[in-house]
């Protein structure tokens, strides 16, 4: 292996006999380099071309024309062939910068991982999502089944709506608001809650809006608009309320239309929706019947005033019969429309159940994991794909 061609380098100033000027520091074994003097007679050139005998003296007395002289010197290096302590720097440099780059890919993997959620808290938070799951369908079978066998449901039977059509919509309500999955929504928070502690919603980096500027200057345009006597500002919300700020979670709070806020969007749909509806057809029914019982009584006795040999036993049973009919007929009705209810809630509160679990189910998967960006990656890859040309050409020098 042939010796190395510079042992080491030094930023110190050279002896005055060593500054002259000559080219004798080629034949000595080593050549002293004042860098400062160097790097200070490039500025004066830079700055003026008219000192360019100032550079001269001062790059001559630096001796790095002494080390250019010796790194363009053809006794070292033969024509066409790079020289070997230029190949020897380009190598280092080429190494030092492959081992950075490693350590920068290595600093960045780790910070990724640290930032990502571990596999064993996304297995555990599985796992209390499935058993949510099953006490939220058994929540759902055992609550609305005792929420149509209650007294309170009974109380609009069809027999009783002539009394209580004006509760209907008090009632129905009632029914959603203790029954309807009042335990999956209260757990559903603490799951969601939950993912958040663990790192699933939360922004990699957020950004809040920077309000002390602002506010300093807002606060100083105030003191220089007050005046010895003047009368005090008019007070305003900020002043007593807190600005608030934007959340650092990636899903709308205010939506409650997203998964997290699905039982409670669906019961607020409902409440809005479909009880209104069962109030009007409640009062609609109890209309026509009350309007069928008087047409019949009134049919009835116009036959038995129109008819004298008509008896009030005759009479009377075609008013039971008017009457018999119209009574069947909100029976018919008023049953059937409580029960389209109750299903139309059991089968909303399984879709709302499924569409939260899957939202949950789905974050759980793919959320979590603080990923590279395309354009970090693109950039690593350029950087080694420069680095390994680099490697080949000055391999191919010779």
């Keep these: 292996m042939s010796k190395p061609l510079i042992k080491a380098c030094f930023v110190l100033p050279g002896p005055a006999e060593s500054r002259s000027g000559n080219n004798d520091g080629l034949q000595s074994s080593h050549a002293p380099v004042d860098i400062g003097l160097a790097d200070a007679a490039i500025t004066e050139l830079r700055r003026s071309s008219s000192r360019s005998v100032l550079y001269e003296q001062l790059w001559f007395r630096s001796g790095a024309a002494t080390a250019l002289d010796w790194v363009l010197s053809r006794n070292v290096a033969t024509e066409g062939a790079a020289h070997p302590a ?17 350590k920068v890919e290595a600093s960045r993997h780790r910070a990724h991982v640290s930032m990502s959620v571990s596999n064993e808290r996304r297995q555990d938070l599985q796992r209390s999502l499935a058993s949510w799951a099953e006490r939220a369908h058994t929540e759902l079978r055992m609550r609305l089944d ?63 809006p920077s309000t002390s500027d602002t506010g300093r200057s807002s606060f100083d345009a105030l003191i220089a608009s007050r005046r010895l006597g003047s009368a005090p500002p008019a007070p305003r919300m900020i002043d007593v309320a807190p600005e608030r700020r934007e959340s650092t979670t990636r899903f ?20 809005d929706g479909t009880v209104p509806n069962l109030q009007a057809l409640a009062q609609s029914l109890l209309l026509q019947s009350l309007s069928s019982a008087a047409a019949t009584t009134a049919f009835t006795a116009l036959i038995y005033i129109s008819y004298s040999g008509t008896t009030l036993y005759e009479a009377g049973a075609v008013a039971a019969l008017g009457l018999s009919w119209t009574l069947r007929h909100l029976q018919k009705k008023w049953e059937a429309a409580r029960s389209s209810w109750a299903s139309e809630v059991q089968e909303v509160a399984r879709k709302a159940l499924k569409d939260t679990e899957d939202g949950l189910a789905g974050t759980l998967a793919k959320e979590g994991q603080v990923r590279e960006s395309a354009e970090e990656h693109e950039q690593r890859f350029r950087a080694k794909v420069l680095l390994a040309r680099a490697s080949q050409e000055l391999n191919n020098l010779s």
């Design 146 to 208: 005792l929420a149509f066998e209650s007294e309170r449901w009974r109380r609009i039977s069809w027999w009783k709506l002539p009394f209580r059509v004006d509760d209907v919509e008090m009632i129905a309500s009632g029914v959603l608001e203790r029954y309807w999955l009042n335990e999956a929504e209260k757990e559903i928070i603490w799951m969601v809650g939950r993912m958040e502690e663990a790192g699933f919603f939360m922004d990699p980096d957020p950004k809040f």
């Design 86 to 102: 230029v190949k020897d720097l380009v190598r280092s440099l080429l190494e030092d910068t492959t081992v950075r780059l490693e």
């Design 252 to 271: 709308d709070r205010s939506e409650a239309g997203s998964w997290p806020f699905r039982i409670l969007a669906v019961r607020m749909a409902l409440r």
